[in-house]
């Protein structure tokens, strides 16, 4: 209450005449950045994914096996979507990278953050209109205007952040080489606008170059990463690690930010069904009185199919997050190729809820039920076989990548591969058995969706049993029963 | 390299029959509860705000008024999404509270959690079939269910943490009352099944009752706290604090959550249009080649309005979040009050960019054009007050809740307040403008889209010279012109 009274002396007048009001110091001005940060993840996550719904809207005859024009359309639908991930998810490095210099930020900054964030929102829009119309050069224009915009952006923002180094971070606050510094970044962060330049001006010239430029421009950084990998695995040869802690495309990304990135994803696709669910399925009043009698359980009844694919999508992608997060808990760094495997996961992920959806469009038995049951599982392999990619990656380097418990033979390494071989092994299972059992396909794939939740949540105990019967068997005389016994008890109770 | 070999020279087996793996530690099965909490949000904001679809897919016939028919469903629609938004806000705050005593999570609480997310996310749903069917009791009877099903996973949630104590936040981990906390919890989580179990009881016997039931539910704690507050401020007494720090509902929410949910909302919200852009406005092939001779860009003019309504909305959404944020960087804790206040401010946010939709839809200097543009005004000016309203309350428990730099006549204080007014005192303007010039409507919103990002640009440099020019009008001994331009400066530079 003292202090209250303390303040209250000061008046307003003498609040805006007094020398507190004017003094320029830079708290209250400048900010931790880590809000923005997770606020741009959030958007950049729903435009990845955003090109997913027009591959749920096309229409499917119920009745009609998949017609070739329709198959046709959703491939190129598909392409569009995995293309728009892809290109956003690169953006979002180049974000990363960006604010890993950049480490605090203040209005201006927030103010072109937002600008930037609003053009990368636009880009899955171009890149459709490139795809509908390959011939035309309408949309690379477009396409490689936002680019140019957002580099020029971007390159406004380092200028900003380096004429105000207490934006920066502490290591090139310190240095002596700021100059430097800024003009390796300006120069990484130009090179894309000017090669989109380079494009637009050749799609007046000559079209299909200037769609080989862009390719080149936005998958380059993965796949000289990639080959750069690859070899220095294949000779054996240790990697030579980066003298400078400059601004480069190898230099690993922020894990809070790729783990933020995720959740946005994840979280987006869970809900994809039940978007359209809660907009669809309401039945009309004057339908359910005059075709149903007035009875809604019935008019509710021809939904079934539909809240089961989203209980049945949520279950899984939820499942898929989980073992995702149970990943990056053990992570401690993010390399380039493992955020790569990452992108790679989420993409399919996007595809599940659909394929899902499409599990229970068909009519029970035909050939379209299998296909789309045979298709899920797939998917599911994918995403898993994938996470499964970033712990074999993050094993390769586990000095840096991983928490010294879960290394290999460390305490925690096989429960963390049975969490990650689980999704991957049930849908590879599920998929032969649907092959085999093909009339049985439904009732296998609706028993794979209850047993798995149940198998995660008796993961650590099935690992334990299977480890002491492995035991049993390759070491017997040190397997004595009443050990085995005591740890599944031990299971049981941790 | 040593390292390495170190480990390598555990094999397999050993790992599995040594004592290493049968350890059981916590380490590794117990994680931080953090990135559940943020995917759970994630989850939750989209939710909030999806009921907010059928509102914008509502068919609005471009030449005639807008009918009574539509205008009734367009009511209930908005009903819904309002109340689906306040709903599900609530069993966020409740999500909150149980996580702000649980600060650890294992694999188990992560899989429960889902499970009582999945729940969540279908409550929009069964609402909406209580809306839509008013006087059937099934949308009453799966609500109900849904929710007692998610009362009873909460509440093994409680048992399994208290359980394992190690889970529990360290105030309760050292308490002697356990048991009291824990039964004291699992009262105040079940209250709420309860009730929902005599409301679906009832709804077989007087519906009407049911609804009345569920209404308190939900409300009661936020109604009860308002009048709290009130009274408090009316009679002038102090408040008396907590002197026990159990679960109650007035407990203040986690700023990290509050900040995260807004986040989604705000992310959800600000792409809420390209969605829509990205599926409708790709002209079909063959429509361009008959309709508009093969020219893409007068069959993409068509579309300007489309596009200028989704760029006019994320500016507007995304400078809201941009004064939220800064709001937020100055508050230190959120009492539940300024939570609600939050909460009404981001159920408007959720109309932004339909009612902006609208203001580019209808044709030109049309009676319905000029109220949509007026209705973005007051959706505006409603976001921009209850912001100030968060600030308002903040400022009355200064103490608490704001840093010292933004209190009542503190360096920053009348910078947050020229930010926090700017939006409603600019609809407000235009609103009136807009009634007075109906004839310009529309240019004098457009004028106001592109002014708004240029005020919060130079926002800090226009309050220093409106001080400097208060200060000469009222001090104009202390103002003598050399100090005035100096300050000027200064507000350049910084």
């Known amino acids: 209450m003292e202090k209250r009274k303390r303040s209250e002396t000061y008046s307003f007048l003498e609040s805006i005449s007094g020398p507190r009001s004017t003094h320029s110091e830079t708290h209250g001005s400048t900010q931790s950045s880590q809000r923005l940060l997770a606020y741009s993840d959030a958007l950049i996550s729903i435009i990845a994914t955003v090109m997913i719904l027009p591959v749920a809207h096309t229409k499917i005859g119920e009745h009609e096996e998949l017609k070739e024009s329709v198959q046709v359309l959703l491939t190129t639908k598909i392409g569009v979507y995995l293309m728009t991930f892809l290109i956003v998810t690169v953006a979002w490095a180049a974000h990363v990278r960006l604010f890993q210099v950049i480490v605090r930020i203040d209005d201006c900054l927030a103010l072109l953050n937002l600008a930037c964030m609003m053009l990368i929102t636009f880009l899955p829009y171009t890149f459709s209109l490139m795809a509908t119309f390959p011939e035309n050069h309408l949309g690379i224009l ?20 380096f004429s105000r180094p207490f934006l920066l971070k502490e290591q090139i606050q310190t240095s002596e080489d700021q100059k430097v510094y800024k003009h390796h970044i300006l120069q990484v962060i130009l090179k894309v606008p000017i090669m989109c ?6 799609s007046f010239i000559f079209l299909q170059l200037s769609y080989v ?57 869970a809900t994809l069904l039940i978007l359209d669910i809660c907009e669809d399925n309401v039945p009309d009043r004057e339908i359910v009185r005059t075709v149903y009698n007035g009875s809604l359980v019935s008019a509710l009844s021809g939904y079934g199919p539909e809240y089961l ?10 499942l898929l997050w989980f073992v995702h997060h149970s990943l990056f808990l053990h992570v401690t760094k993010t390399t380039r190729f493992m955020g790569l495997l990452n992108t790679f996961s989420l993409a399919f992920v996007g595809g599940l809820p659909l394929a899902y959806q499409l599990t229970h469009e ?55 591969l049975a ?12 998929f032969f058995l649907t092959c085999i ?12 969706e209850i047993t798995v939740p149940l198998a995660f949540l008796v993961l650590r105990l099935l690992v334990r049993v299977a480890l002491a019967g492995l035991r049993l068997v390759f070491c017997p005389e040190r397997a004595n029963p009443r050990t085995v016994l005591e740890e599944e008890q031990d299971a049981l109770v941790t």
């Open 309 to 318: 694919a989203y209980f049945g999508s949520f279950v899984t992608v939820g």
């Open 362 to 416: 068909f009519p029970h038995n035909s050939k379209n039920e299998l296909e789309a049951i045979q298709v899920s599982c797939v998917i599911i392999f994918f995403v898993g076989i994938n996470q499964l990619g970033i712990w074999v990656v993050a094993l390769y380097n586990e000095q840096e990548t991983l928490h010294p418990y879960v290394r290999y033979a460390g305490r925690e390494h096989i429960f963390m």
């Open 213 to 269: 430029l862009l390719a080149i421009v936005i998958f380059l950084p993965y796949i000289s990463q990639l080959l750069k990998w690859c070899r220095s695995k294949a000779i054996g040869q240790e990697e030579t690690p980066d003298s400078e802690p400059l601004y480069q495309p190898s230099e690993p990304l922020s894990k809070e930010r790729v783990e933020a990135f995720s959740d946005g994803v994840y979280a987006i696709v």
């Open 142 to 161: 477009l396409f490689c205007g936002c680019v140019m915009v957002i580099g020029l952006i971007q390159a406004l923002v380092v200028v900003y952040a």
């Open 197 to 202: 330049f380079l494009a637009s001006i050749f």
């Open 419 to 430: 969490k990650l071989a689980l999704y991957p092994c049930v849908a590879l299972g599920t």
């Open 437 to 448: 059992l093909s009339k049985f396909s439904a009732s296998i794939f609706h028993l794979m």
